[in-house]
């Protein structure tokens, strides 16, 4: 009796074990997304005023009307929360930050040769012409834009329009760390790399994300960033058919976990030790309870 509610006890805590184990081998993963990309186009959603500033040097700033509103402008712009900010450089082309909201897209702000600051409020849409680039970079200055908030990389591809110049993604590469969630516990999880006419989308963003994008000597922008999301996907060129699927989902999950998190390994290793000694000594509780039991003899 004794050695059967010793084994009984085995069992009820084996399996209190592998119930924790599977717990946690089930919470939710969230994915911290590193990108670094070559693209044409990068578009994010300003979520508030924290660091939602761009540095300005002489450049044109445009309503929607066809006279801009100011020319060689150089200042300060502070963006305002909830605005669509797309930035676009086609080759080696001029530069091109469109700013569209339902209210206005922030404040301009420069200061005079008299030492005076000046502060203008702009209206719901407005686009900033960036000419420069080439000049610039040629004198030893880096021009780095602030992107911060939702950010979406490259444009969907469908199919071409005549006489249309299209922004699109060159190539990328995106790096990928998982993260548990309740647990401190982070590990790296696959990599993968953009290819040109992909679209990279967040999807279920945890946060904001936060980076920069680079303008230098080669065609386009160089653009960072990372941003943590439930999931995320990567949008292929081409229209969508019954056939074939455009999109596919990339994002941290439980194989990661288990090749590279030190933790979960380690118990997924104790866990394994434990199962095959219970496994053994249930077995041997076995083998003695059947020696013990008396044999009861047959008679004809």
Same mark, same amino acid.
Not at 213 to 236: C, D, H, W
């Given at each position: 009796?004794?050695?059967?509610?010793?084994?009984?006890?085995?069992?009820?805590?084996?399996?209190?074990?592998?119930?924790?184990?599977?717990?946690?081998?089930?919470?939710?993963?969230?994915?911290?997304?590193?990108?670094?990309?070559?693209?044409?186009?990068?578009?994010?959603?300003?979520?508030?005023?924290?660091?939602?500033?761009?540095?300005?040097?002489?450049?044109?700033?445009?309503?929607?009307?066809?006279?801009?509103?100011?020319?060689?402008?150089?200042?300060?712009?502070?963006?305002?929360?909830?605005?669509?900010?797309?930035?676009?450089?086609?080759?080696?082309?001029?530069?091109?930050?469109?700013?569209?909201?339902?209210?206005?897209?922030?404040?301009?702000?420069?200061?005079?040769?008299?030492?005076?600051?000046?502060?203008?409020?702009?209206?719901?849409?407005?686009?900033?012409?960036?000419?420069?680039?080439?000049?610039?970079?040629?004198?030893? %200055?880096?021009?780095? *834009?602030?992107?911060? @908030?939702? +950010? $979406?990389?490259?444009?969907?591809? &469908? /199919? =071409? !329009? #005549?006489?249309?110049?299209?922004?699109?993604?060159?190539?990328?590469?995106?790096?990928?760390?998982?993260?548990?969630?309740?647990?401190?516990?982070?590990?790296?999880?696959?990599?993968?790399?953009?290819?040109?006419?992909?679209?990279?989308?967040?999807?279920?963003?945890?946060?904001?994300?936060?980076?920069?994008?680079?303008?230098?000597?080669?065609?386009?922008?160089?653009?960072?960033?990372?941003?943590?999301? %439930?999931?995320?996907? *990567?949008?292929?060129? @081409?229209? +969508? $058919?019954?056939?074939?699927?455009? &999109? /596919? =989902? !990339? #994002?941290?999950?439980?194989?990661?976990?288990?090749?590279?998190?030190?933790?979960?390994?380690?118990?997924?290793?104790?866990?394994?030790?434990?199962?095959?000694?219970?496994?053994?000594?249930?077995?041997?509780?076995?083998?003695?309870?059947?020696?013990?039991?008396?044999?009861?003899?047959?008679?004809?």
């Amino acid at each position: 009796m004794k050695i059967k509610n010793q084994k009984n006890t085995l069992i009820v805590g084996l399996f209190l074990i592998i119930g924790v184990f599977l717990f946690y081998c089930f919470l939710p993963i969230y994915t911290t997304y590193y990108i670094s990309a070559n693209t044409e186009r990068v578009k994010f959603l300003s979520l508030d005023k924290n660091n939602s500033k761009v540095n300005l040097n002489n450049v044109t700033i445009w309503a929607e009307d066809t006279v801009p509103i100011l020319q060689s402008f150089t200042g300060t712009l502070d963006i305002n929360d909830s605005i669509d900010v797309t930035i676009e450089r086609v080759g080696f082309g001029p530069a091109t930050i469109t700013f569209d909201g339902q209210k206005s897209v922030g404040n301009l702000s420069w200061i005079t040769l008299d030492g005076k600051e000046h502060i203008k409020e702009l209206s719901n849409y407005n686009e900033i012409d960036i000419n420069n680039i080439e000049s610039e970079y040629r004198a030893g %200055k880096s021009q780095i *834009i602030r992107i911060d @908030g939702n +950010i $979406d990389l490259g444009k969907k591809i &469908d /199919y =071409e !329009i #005549k006489d249309e110049s299209t922004a699109i993604l060159k190539e990328g590469e995106i790096n990928m760390i998982g993260k548990t969630k309740y647990i401190s516990s982070n590990f790296e999880a696959s990599k993968k790399f953009l290819q040109i006419g992909d679209q990279f989308v967040i999807n279920e963003p945890i946060g904001k994300g936060f980076g920069f994008v680079n303008f230098n000597e080669n065609a386009g922008m160089t653009v960072s960033y990372r941003i943590m999301a %439930k999931t995320a996907k *990567i949008v292929k060129p @081409g229209p +969508i $058919d019954a056939l074939s699927s455009s &999109d /596919y =989902e !990339i #994002k941290a999950n439980i194989l990661d976990r288990f090749k590279n998190d030190s933790k979960f390994s380690l118990l997924s290793i104790i866990i394994g030790f434990i199962l095959i000694l219970t496994t053994i000594i249930t077995f041997t509780y076995d083998s003695i309870n059947f020696f013990r039991e008396p044999k009861v003899q047959k008679y004809n």
